[in-house]
């Protein structure tokens, strides 16, 4: 019996140690807010593959997505092996739409340690300078082709926002705000992207109209490279943003300059410009105050704003826009209708060939920093994207997903156990900015690096000179076509 005692005794202490140490330690959100139980969470996925093997699902059938994409962007951003072993999973010869890439025979030189070029965070600058043409007066060059896309503190938790800038510093980079404003947790050291969406958050007067003083008196007090209006988005094309009452905070409704206890949800469209030749004047206006390039982002449905806007572009070159990021319908959100995510307007791929033809039929294309934004966070869908015309590659789940997303799919409910989507703030301390900032930093160098290897595998060294006759896309038929010829590129 007293030997009992002591067994017990020594599991008490063993239970309280591990409660200590889960609750102290920062590498793991889900042990600081779940600790004890939180390490099944990490048991079950050790053994996951041989339980999915025979009950649930197989490593590609996951969405939006798969188990192989998710380990891939874990394992890179803890710097720990994300090579697969045993060859391919992937039925090639039987999987639609699937992506392959036709490399040289002569490899180009891959720089090697102590090489004289050889770059440990594998920079990869944009191959553009961003208002350079419009001879903007802060006008820059990216120097990185990747970029933490939009997503707004409200939907995102404010250490979950620390996070990002502190990674997009440590790796080079710009961080999106999203249209929820600036907020402290944004000056992290990182540069941003201001986004200005149809609630002029930050930027607006009290009857919630655009206020261009009160834009250039914030972007003045933070380390604003460029301003961004917001169009539409991919997981919600034609409707403005949703941010839930339960996740509006005393903070996010002051940075906003919305009421508290109300959903916030923002116009379906602009009350400062209603059609291209407007939004170029207010685009103007905006540039010719701040000095720095001024760009939109938009889903793609009709294409006559797109051939109006390119046509005064083409006609006038007093005005334009220094950069376009085209959004897929496959992007992500925390809220929408399901039948706006599911069902209107077109996916990436078909959206940014359709806008980038239209101007480069008017020889606008080298003019313009083109960028893309839509599930483009894996080296081979990054790298068609800019074969196909993009500078920049956008990157939003991906980046929650390196700091520390589960796709538990709660972003909406305001109850994300790792504290990324939420404003719950026992969720939230689970996530320590300085642990995720570092591996967000992992995770985009490791994705340089393998657009990279991907580029020099085709000759190239840098992504920005690798073409569509590198692709192919493989049907289910035993046969494929160019993507030159799928797409329609010219």
């Given at each position: 019996?007293?030997?009992?005692?002591?067994?017990?005794?020594?599991?008490?202490?063993?239970?309280?140690?591990?409660?200590?140490?889960?609750?102290?330690?920062?590498k793991h959100a889900?042990?600081?807010?779940?600790?004890?139980?939180?390490?099944?969470?990490?048991?079950l996925e050790a053994i996951g593959p041989e339980l999915r093997?025979?009950?649930?699902?197989?490593?590609?059938?996951?969405?939006?997505?798969?188990?192989?994409?998710r380990r891939w962007v874990y394992a890179s951003a803890k710097k720990q092996n994300n090579y697969f072993g045993f060859g391919t999973d992937n039925d090639l010869e039987s999987s639609p739409n699937y992506i392959i890439?036709?490399?040289?025979?002569?490899?180009?030189?891959?720089?090697?340690p102590g090489d004289e070029d050889y770059d440990p965070k594998y920079n990869i600058a944009c191959s553009k300078i961003m208002g350079e043409h419009r001879?903007?007066?802060?006008?820059?060059?990216?120097?990185?082709?990747?970029?933490?896309?939009?997503?707004?503190?409200?939907?995102l938790s404010s250490a979950a926002v620390s996070a990002i800038n502190k990674g997009v510093k440590i790796a080079g980079g710009l961080h999106n705000t999203g249209e929820g404003s600036i907020a402290k947790h944004h000056d992290q050291g990182g540069d941003l992207i201001w986004q200005i969406g149809t609630g002029y958050y930050g930027c607006r007067d009290k009857n919630g109209n655009f206020d261009i003083d009160m834009l250039v008196d914030r972007c003045a007090q933070h380390q604003v490279r460029a301003i961004e209006f917001k169009l539409s988005q991919g997981a919600k094309p034609g409707r403005g943003g949703v941010l839930p009452a339960a996740k509006i905070t005393k903070e996010i409704a002051a940075i906003r300059g919305i009421p508290m206890g109300q959903d916030c949800i923002s116009p379906a469209a602009h009350s400062a410009f209603s059609s291209a030749d407007e939004m170029l004047d207010v685009i103007e206006a905006v540039a010719d105050a701040t000095g720095l390039p001024v760009g939109i982002k938009s889903a793609v449905g009709m294409m006559d704003f797109w051939e109006d806007l390119a046509d005064i572009m083409a006609k006038d070159s007093g005005r334009g826009v220094d950069y376009i990021v085209v959004d897929g319908s496959e992007g992500g959100t925390g809220a929408a209708p399901l039948v706006f995510s599911d069902h209107v307007s077109l996916p990436f791929k078909l959206a940014f060939v359709r806008v980038f033809e239209t101007f480069k039929q008017r020889e606008l294309n080298d003019k313009i920093i083109f960028a893309g934004s839509g599930r483009l966070g894996f080296p081979e869908q990054a790298l068609m994207a800019m074969a196909m015309g993009c500078d920049l590659i956008g990157l939003a789940r991906e980046t929650m997903l390196a700091i520390g997303c589960i796709q538990a799919?709660?972003?909406?409910?305001?109850?994300?156990?790792?504290?990324?989507?939420?404003q719950n703030k026992w969720l939230v301390h689970g996530l320590d900015p300085t642990d995720k900032g570092a591996r967000l930093a992992n995770y985009f160098i490791t994705l340089r690096k393998e657009i990279l290897l991907l580029s020099?595998?085709?000759?190239?060294?840098?992504?920005?000179?690798?073409?569509?006759?590198?692709?192919?896309?493989?049907?289910?038929?035993f046969s494929s076509r160019p993507l030159k010829e799928v797409f329609g590129i010219q």
């Open positions: 019996m007293e030997i009992m005692s002591y067994v017990a005794g020594a599991f008490g202490l063993l239970f309280v140690l591990i409660l200590i140490y889960d609750l102290i330690q920062t889900i042990l600081r807010n779940f600790p004890i139980i939180g390490h099944f969470r990490y048991w093997q025979y009950i649930v699902t197989s490593n590609n059938e996951e969405k939006p997505f798969s188990r192989d994409q890439i036709k490399q040289s025979t002569f490899p180009a030189r891959e720089p090697h001879q903007r007066k802060h006008a820059f060059r990216p120097e990185s082709i990747l970029y933490s896309s939009a997503m707004s503190y409200g939907s799919q709660n972003c909406h409910t305001g109850h994300c156990p790792t504290g990324v989507a939420t020099r595998a085709c000759g190239y060294d840098h992504p920005s000179k690798v073409t569509p006759a590198h692709f192919e896309i493989l049907d289910d038929n």
